[in-house]
């Protein structure tokens, strides 16, 4: 059983910055992929990105490429979101999942077995 826990959402002016992490309770060496999925109020879960723990190639949705990047530390076991240049449109609950096998979408939410129980970001305009 892999338990996440996510920290460093917050409320962020338009155009600011904020980091987020992802810890694992144990050990990530089973863990094949994690990702960062977001809901807004009254929005589907949304993909927002994703890596791959062994060799840490990443995948962004088309919104957040060039302003977010995910990255890990296989050391602390925590993955990382850093959000740059953030818009209100950003304004969600995020939320980090690990996968321990190849996910066959890894867009989707059931390609992920365990999941944080998120961390609110707000972007004020």
């Known amino acids: 059983q892999v338990q996440l826990v996510e920290s460093g959402g917050g409320l962020v002016q338009a155009g600011g910055s904020l980091r987020l992490s992802c810890a694992a309770s144990k050990p990530t060496a089973r863990i094949h992929t994690m990702a960062w999925f977001r809901q807004a109020p009254g929005k589907e879960r949304e993909f927002v990105g994703r890596?791959?723990?062994?060799?840490?190639?990443?995948y962004y949705t088309d919104s957040v490429k060039g302003r977010f990047t995910i990255s890990r530390d296989n050391a602390k076991n925590t993955m990382y979101l850093q959000m740059n240049s953030l818009k209100p449109e950003d304004t969600a609950g995020y939320y980090c999942?690990?996968?321990?096998?190849?996910?066959?979408?890894?867009?989707?939410?059931?390609?992920?077995?365990?999941w944080g129980q998120g961390t609110q970001v707000t972007v004020s305009s």
């Open positions: 890596i791959a723990w062994s060799g840490g190639s990443t």
């Open positions: 999942a690990a996968a321990i096998v190849s996910p066959l979408w890894p867009r989707t939410e059931r390609s992920y077995g365990y």
